[in-house]
Nanobody
């Protein structure tokens, strides 16, 4: 049974930092590439970041470049999202997702390329 479980969300002040984790099970983690998406209230789900099998390939949404870092630990079957310099507009539910494909910069942002999703973690940035 495939499971993706996000953790590490919470309430943080503007300019603060959080690190999200996504623990996975039920598949061979090293053979999956991973993405982070987010959805704010009243808005569509949007792409945040993507990482390839070994971490050598990463892509980011323009809105988070330079502030967020995606990484993975294949020994722990976990992908991370380090979020720094947080802004109120980063407030959203954050989801991790997996795919067996190695995606391009264009396709990594498309949610329909991912087959498995976590339940989400709330991140709230207060001003």
């Amino acid at each position: 049974q495939v499971q993706l479980t996000e953790s590490g969300g919470g309430l943080v002040q503007v300019g603060g930092s959080l690190r999200l984790s996504c623990a996975t099970s039920g598949f061979t983690f090293s053979s999956r590439t991973m993405g982070w998406f987010r959805q704010a209230p009243g808005k569509e789900r949007e792409f945040v970041a993507y990482i390839g099998w070994t971490g050598g390939r990463t892509y980011y949404a323009d809105s988070v470049k330079g502030r967020f870092t995606i990484s993975r630990d294949n020994a722990k079957n976990t992908v991370y999202l380090q979020m720094n310099s947080l802004k109120p507009e980063d407030t959203a539910v954050y989801y991790c997702a997996s795919t067996s494909r190695l995606l391009t910069e264009a396709t990594s942002s498309r949610a329909n390329f991912y087959g498995d999703w976590g339940q989400g973690a709330q991140v709230t940035v207060s001003s």
